[in-house]
T-cell receptor
Framework: GESVGLHLPTLSVQEGDNSIINCAYSNSASDYFIWYKQESGKGPQFIIDIRSNMDKRQGQRVTVLLNKTVKHLSLQIAATQPGDSAVYFCAENISPEAAGNKLTFGGGTRVLVKP | DTGVSQDPRHKITKRGQNVTFRCDPISEHNRLYWYRQTLGQGPEFLTYFQNEAQLEKSRLLSDRFSAERPKGSFSTLEIQRTEQGDSAMYLC?????????FGSGTQLSVL
């Protein structure tokens, strides 16, 4: 059944195009950021992470960009595929040792890939 | 499959009943987390364990909620006297660094 929200911001993208998902984080002291993908009926699945001493990190078909000046995080997906359709969440970790690696999640963005 | 197992996947209960969920983390991970997710929202932190010690509890975790990790391996989350507002997806995650791996969750419906 549906376990991820129906009233989320939605990004519709044509199959094969690139997707950009944006996230504004809340705490300037956060030093670790992570993107998760969540499909219906499943838990969040790790995509990519980045530390605050970096501004860009690349994975397989995904790139995360971090702009600490404006507290903005983005996820770029290259050549979007139907299997990329899901809800995407960004999360931040204020301080691993002080906060026990507790992640704070932002609101999600639904990505719909059109064939 | 992340290696984090949760049971049951779905639970339907009547208001006022008690429910218990189980989480089996990735075996080498010493940290275990419980989160709650409602429709349209990101997961919200409830509590976490370092081995068998419960180190932090969110204010979201009312007195009706209790979590245990008796041997530092699996964990249980119990909700007593369930209310309709407890209906949500309860997610478990484990990790030994900043990266957390989530299970598929237990979807609770309180009628």
């Amino acid at each position: 059944g549906e376990s991820v929200g129906l009233h989320l911001p939605t990004l519709s993208v044509q199959e094969g195009d690139n997707s950009i998902i944006n996230c504004a984080y809340s705490n300037s002291a956060s030093d670790y950021f992570i993107w998760y993908k969540q499909e219906s009926g499943k838990g969040p699945q790790f995509i990519i992470d980045i530390r605050s001493n970096m501004d860009k990190r690349q994975g397989q078909r995904v790139t995360v960009l971090l702009n600490k000046t404006v507290k903005h995080l983005s996820l770029q997906i290259a050549a979007t595929q139907p299997g990329d359709s899901a809800v995407y969440f960004c999360a931040e970790n204020i301080s691993p040792e002080a906060a026990g690696n507790k992640l704070t999640f932002g609101g999600g963005t639904r990505v719909l890939v059109k064939p | 499959d992340t290696g984090v197992s949760q049971d049951p996947r779905h639970k339907i209960t009547k208001r006022g009943q008690n429910v218990t969920f189980r989480c089996d983390p990735i075996s080498e991970h010493n940290r275990l987390y419980w989160y709650r997710q409602t429709l349209g929202q990101g997961p919200e932190f409830l509590t976490y364990f370092q081995n068998e010690a419960q180190l932090e509890k969110s204010r979201l975790l009312s007195d009706r909620f209790s979590a245990e990790r008796p041997k530092g391996s699996f964990s249980t989350l119990e909700i007593q006297r369930t209310e309709q507002g407890d209906s949500a997806m309860y997610l478990c995650a484990s990790g030994d660094s900043e990266k957390l791996f989530f299970g598929s969750g237990t979807q609770l419906s309180v009628l």
